[in-house]
């Protein structure tokens, strides 16, 4: 089992903050440090200093670290361009000499669109959308040095591309995809993902999600054993019940709430949950580490729970 860092910038964090976690993170052992992609604050907090973009904060840290992975859980396929994007991430990926992985989805967070002027169109455009970004992204980076790509899409129409800059992952970095739609998510998870991330997904609610995009991997004749299955849960650990509560408490949530729903309790406790996580093919879990001041909390899962792992 790998853990990951997974951060919410829009919450309130700056590069600083953000370098700090990444830089601590890789530091003590965890497999990557990925962040959400979006530009407005969730609930009652303030949201200071304001929002940082995805991929300008991961071009920072391709620099400034050396070994951690990085990438976006999820980048919301409104926000940018398939051909542009294909071209931002494989920047990233040089920058950082192939340490990056895309996590993209359809959107889902109207608020945001409308504050930064972004169109939102109905779900099953956005859907329609995602499918030919995924087509034009990967088809850009799997093109053939030398060779051009073109792509007959309805919302996003290629010709002629010479399909550059070239990713130095090859055949191109990995593709994460998530969620819980029964229908459209498997489809095009078995085509382009490379990992499949359910959110905040309890492991006994897990394996019927897990199927689902199975079956439709069997279905385009793909094994869906090449497929990585992942997970992504609140992180909430302490040395005992008085830490626990006051990690909770920083973060505006109940230990109760958080032992049921997330990843909260002591190491044990937390080594335990990750085992029924593993038991249902889970290979990797995000941490969701919302106090990114609180860097001793990355400490004593590493110490406590990566060593048990």
């Known amino acids: 089992?790998?853990?990951?860092?997974?951060?919410?910038?829009?919450?309130?964090?700056?590069?600083?903050?953000?370098?700090?976690?990444?830089?601590?993170?890789?530091?003590?052992?965890?497999?990557?440090?990925?962040?959400?992609?979006?530009?407005?604050?969730?609930?009652?907090?303030?949201?200071?200093?304001?929002?940082?973009?995805?991929?300008?904060?991961?071009?920072?840290l391709a620099r400034d670290t050396t070994r951690i992975r990085l990438g976006t859980l999820m980048s919301a396929a409104t926000f940018r361009l398939p051909g542009p994007l294909a071209i931002t991430v494989a920047q990233v990926d040089r920058m950082s000499g192939g340490r990056v992985e895309l996590g993209i989805g359809a959107g889902w967070y109207a608020e945001?669109?409308?504050?930064?002027?972004?169109?939102?169109?109905?779900?099953?455009?956005?859907?329609?959308?995602?499918?030919?970004?995924?087509?034009?992204?990967?088809?850009?980076?799997?093109?053939?040095?030398?060779?051009?790509?073109?792509?007959?899409?309805?919302?996003?129409?290629?010709?002629?591309?010479?399909?550059?800059?070239?990713?130095?992952?090859?055949?191109?970095?990995?593709?994460?995809?998530?969620?819980?739609g029964p229908k459209r998510t498997p489809r095009l998870a078995a085509r382009y993902a490379d990992e499949f991330n359910l959110p905040f997904v309890a492991p006994e609610d897990s394996p019927a999600i897990i199927e689902r995009v199975r079956a439709a991997c069997v279905e385009i004749d793909r094994d869906p054993a090449t497929m990585i299955w992942s997970h992504?849960?609140?992180?909430?650990?302490?040395?005992?019940?008085?830490?626990?509560?006051?990690?909770?408490?920083?973060?505006?949530?109940?230990?109760?709430?958080?032992?049921?729903?997330?990843?909260?309790?002591?190491?044990?406790e937390i080594v335990d949950k990750l085992g029924r996580y593993a038991a249902v093919g889970s290979r990797?879990?995000?941490?969701?580490v919302l106090d990114l001041a609180d860097l001793d909390h990355l400490d004593l899962v590493a110490a406590e729970v990566l060593r048990q792992l």
């Open 112 to 180: 945001e669109h409308t504050a930064y002027g972004i169109p939102f169109p109905p779900v099953g455009e956005r859907f329609d959308r995602l499918e030919e970004q995924l087509a034009v992204i990967t088809g850009l980076w799997e093109t053939p040095p030398g060779g051009t790509f073109d792509f007959p899409g309805k919302h996003y129409p290629v010709s002629d591309s010479p399909a550059l800059p070239k990713p130095v992952q090859r055949p191109r970095p990995p593709v994460l995809l998530g969620g819980t």
């Open 1 to 60: 089992m790998e853990l990951r860092i997974f951060t919410e910038p829009q919450q309130g964090a700056d590069y600083d903050q953000l370098l700090a976690v990444a830089r601590r993170a890789e530091e003590t052992g965890f497999g990557a440090f990925f962040r959400s992609d979006h530009y407005l604050k969730m609930g009652s907090v303030s949201g200071d200093p304001g929002p940082t973009d995805a991929w300008t904060t991961l071009a920072g």
């Open 232 to 268: 992504a849960a609140v992180l909430c650990c302490g040395r005992d019940d008085a830490e626990v509560a006051r990690r909770a408490a920083a973060i505006g949530r109940e230990p109760a709430e958080l032992r049921e729903n997330g990843l909260a309790g002591t190491p044990a």
């Open 284 to 288: 990797r879990v995000y941490l969701q």
